[in-house]
């Protein structure tokens, strides 16, 4: 499949030159893919060596300067057929080169003078717009290095533009807890695909973190909560547990008060459940005491917590606020830079105004040249010419050869 694309792209190319010329005889420089069906290690792409050889293991040195495709082919199967049984599946396939495409070329009144690929339906106008469009005259030294001044403070506003707006998005997705950062295409109009991921890496990067951080502090939470709510518990068991022996020291005291009212009991017993009621009492009330410090803990974690989210929106919001501001006055510098430079463009193209163009195609057809005026939409030929002058003005020579 690989062999088949490149064979049709070769064609592709070569197609509107062959047919109007003889097959192509291979020259030095020219690079040529051969492929083996018997044996896949002699599968290879080699160039035509300076003194037109090529070099093929078991064929050795093979001429091939002047040689058609079909020619070498034939020759290194020759060659190799007494190697292998049975007819030789040997294919030389011709690689595309700047030699082999229909060119054409530029010259005259336009910024890059020169030869470029001829395309099906070209026109002078696209010729042209190729060698960079219609000369204009340069501008004062003075005006050229402002402008590029100005141009650089534009790419760097700009920069600032994109690395601004990606990072209101993030600050957004944090006061909204999600997940990822996303542009809307109203967000991402106007800034270039390497800027944005770019800033996308590095606002990412600062969302992770974040997010780590508050999801560190909220596990520390229910980690604290759940230790309190256990030893909360554990200490109502425990008053719980005093309340009932305190209750029952106290039945135990009404008794013994009777039997000492009724002398049958001494009275040291009833002194021994009364300290053993106070006792219980007082511990109760140290329980009592531990239960109130521990709901007291709890509650003052619960409010920290509050007070961190709080504080994490109200940064969130300032860094927002200061996000917008900045991105304001980027949007403010952009605009002004760029009507600063449109000063300079418009300036420029008054010293164009007045000139005229005028187009000339120059085409050889059968050994005989002819040259005939064209416009923007005169349709080219392989291998035509084209001219563009100015008929005033500070005019260059300049023509365009397709």
Not at 93 to 109: A, I
Not at 191 to 200: C, E, P, Q, T, V
Request: glycine share 6%.
């Amino acid at each position: 499949m690989r062999l088949m694309i490149k064979a049709f792209c070769f064609l592709f190319f070569l197609l509107p030159s062959l047919a109007m010329a003889d097959a192509y005889r291979l020259q030095p420089g020219d690079a040529v893919e051969i492929w083996v069906a018997q044996d896949s290690r002699l599968n290879r792409e080699t160039v035509i060596s300076p003194d037109g050889r090529i070099s093929l293991p078991l064929a050795g040195q093979i001429q091939a300067q002047d040689l058609t495709v079909d020619e070498l082919e034939k020759a290194l199967s020759d060659k190799l057929a007494g190697y292998f049984k049975g007819q030789l599946d040997l294919t030389v396939m011709l690689q595309p080169g700047p030699q082999h495409m229909p060119m054409v070329f530029v010259v005259g009144e336009v910024n890059e003078p020169g030869s470029y690929p001829f395309r099906p339906s070209m026109t002078v106008l696209h010729a042209v717009s190729l060698s960079g469009g219609l000369y204009r005259t340069p501008m004062l030294a003075q005006d050229r290095d402002r402008a590029v001044v100005v141009e650089g403070e534009l790419a760097q506003s700009r920069r600032l533009i994109a690395e601004l707006t990606v990072r209101r998005a993030r600050i957004n997705t944090e006061l909204a807890d999600g997940t990822d950062i996303e542009l809307t295409p109203e967000e991402s109009a106007g800034i270039s695909d390497g800027d944005r991921n770019r800033f996308l890496a590095q606002e990412r990067r600062v969302l992770e973190s974040r997010q780590a951080e508050v999801k560190a502090q909220l596990a520390s939470q229910t980690r604290l909560k759940e230790l309190s709510d256990s030893s909360i518990a554990a200490m109502r068991r425990q008053i719980g547990s005093v309340a009932s022996r305190v209750e029952l020291a106290r039945q135990r005291l009404q008794n013994s008060s009777v039997l000492v009212a009724k002398g049958l009991a001494h009275v040291s017993a009833k002194l021994e459940l009364e300290a053993e009621v106070a006792e219980l009492e007082e511990q109760g009330d140290q329980f009592q005491n531990d239960l109130s410090a521990l709901e007291s803990t709890a509650i003052a974690e619960g409010s920290r917590m509050d007070t961190f989210l709080s504080q994490r929106e109200a940064a969130l919001l300032t860094e927002l606020h200061d996000a917008e501001r900045e991105l304001r006055a980027a949007k403010e510098a952009v605009a002004e830079g760029e009507r600063v430079q449109s000063i300079y463009i418009d300036s420029e193209m008054a010293q164009q105004r007045g000139v005229v163009v005028s187009y000339t195609v120059v085409r050889t057809d059968n050994g005989a040249v002819t040259e005939e005026p064209a416009d923007e939409t005169t349709v080219l030929r392989p291998g035509d010419l084209v001219r563009v002058t100015f008929t005033n003005g500070n005019a260059r020579s300049a023509a365009v050869q397709n």
